[in-house]
């Protein structure tokens, strides 16, 4: 079975990217289950109920987040009524939403689609290596993981730990795509970063006028979502649907066809 992961969405760029490129990737790889990042869709903060259910109709089955997942008061507000629309499973409880999915795939075979976030140089949440522990204490089947973290360290660190316990760990966050794709021992396919989607002349997808201000004069810049250079990033993951252990792991990164 395969599993199309999709990296980063950022803007409206990245929503073009999807729409577009998504009826591509379908044709040429057949996933059974279709996953994105979607945590910087609107103008690259957040998302709304109104996108979220535009990637669904496209085809998309459950959206990650991370720590912009709070930065749009409707996404916000719709996380504890789309339960395909995930944040962070390891912010404090009482926060709204879910971090864990279930999907059923062909054949009756139940996908757990579980969302972390790292802590180094981010806000001190729970630890995602424990509440991981937790989540997968009682589960049985394939599980994924979109562990949204800006230490390459930190996600590989959660692959191993968690290697022969899941069958797929990619790394989202940095928006630039590693190139580390791997099975590692225990049938556990680790990507560090699935990279961005969206416009690539940029500063990881904003314009470099509006964030240059921030390094030249240390002062806040209001961000622009850049438009030049489209690109749809992630992986495509195959696993074996009754050991639930990764087979294969291929990062993608294709231009956006109508593109110049």
Known sequence: ????????????????????????????????????????SAGGNGTTAKIAGEFFAMGVDVLTGGNHSWDNKDGMAHLDKESRLLRPHNYPEENPGSGVARVELPGGVQLTVLNLQGRIFMPPIHCPFRC???????????????????????????????????????????????????ILSGGTALLTDGGMTGPHDSVIGMTAESTLPRFLRSIPSRFEVAKRDIRIQGA?????????????????????????
Do not use: C, W
């Not at 599993?3 to 950022?10: G, S």
């Not at 050991?243 to 990164?253: H, M, N, Y």
């Not at 294709?254 to 593109?259: A, V």
């Open 1 to 40: 079975m395969k599993i199309l992961f999709i990296a980063d969405i950022m803007g409206s760029p990245g929503r073009k990217a999807v729409k577009t490129m998504l009826p591509v990737l379908r044709e040429a790889h057949a996933p059974d289950v279709v996953l994105a990042n979607s945590e910087n």
């Open 132 to 182: 991981a522990d937790e989540v997968l204490e009682n589960l049985d089947g394939p599980v994924f993981v979109d562990f949204h973290a800006e230490a390459t360290s930190e996600k590989a660190a959660m692959a191993h730990y968690l290697d022969g316990r899941i069958t797929a760990l990619v790394g989202t966050h940095t928006h630039v795509q590693t190139a580390d794709a791997r």
């Open 236 to 260: 495509l993951i195959e696993f074996d649907e009754i050991s639930g252990k990764a087979r294969s792991i291929e990062a993608f990164s294709l231009p956006l066809k109508e593109d110049a």
